[in-house]
Nanobody, 123 residues
Framework: QVQLVESGGGWMQAGGSLRLSCAAS????????LGWFRQAPGSEREFVAR????????AYADSVKGRFTISRDDAKNTVCLQMNSLKPEDTAVYYC????????????????WGKGTLVTVSS
């Protein structure tokens, strides 16, 4: 049974920082890329960041590039998202995801989702 449990969400003023963590259980770390998605009220869920199973490569949405950093700690079975220079438009529920990435097609398929953690950024 694979479980992803997010933590670290909360309220922050614009310009501040938050760090999200995702604890993974089950046989996941050597099999999947891990990533973060977010969903703002009234909007579709969107990709935020991804890190390969080896930890050697990362990818970011243009909207967060240069502000957010994804990392993983295989020894602790966690993946983190450091969010700096937060903006009100970063307000959303953030979801941790176990991803199968197709290099040839450049497509992502999420096999497992966490339940999400709310991030609210005020102006």
């Amino acid at each position: 049974q694979v479980q992803l449990v997010e933590s670290g969400g909360g309220w922050m003023q614009a310009g501040g920082s938050l760090r999200l963590s995702c604890a993974a259980s089950g046989r996941i770390f050597s099999s999947y890329d891990l990533g973060w998605f977010r969903q703002a009220p009234g909007s579709e869920r969107e990709f935020v960041a991804r890190i390969t199973w080896s930890g050697g490569n990362t990818a970011y949405a243009d909207s967060v590039k240069g502000r957010f950093t994804i990392s993983r700690d295989d020894a602790k079975n966690t993946v983190c998202l450091q969010m700096n220079s937060l903006k009100p438009e970063d307000t959303a529920v953030y979801y941790c995801a176990a991803i199968r990435y197709n290099i040839l097609r450049r497509t992502m398929l999420v096999d497992y989702w966490g339940k999400g953690t709310l991030v609210t950024v005020s102006s």
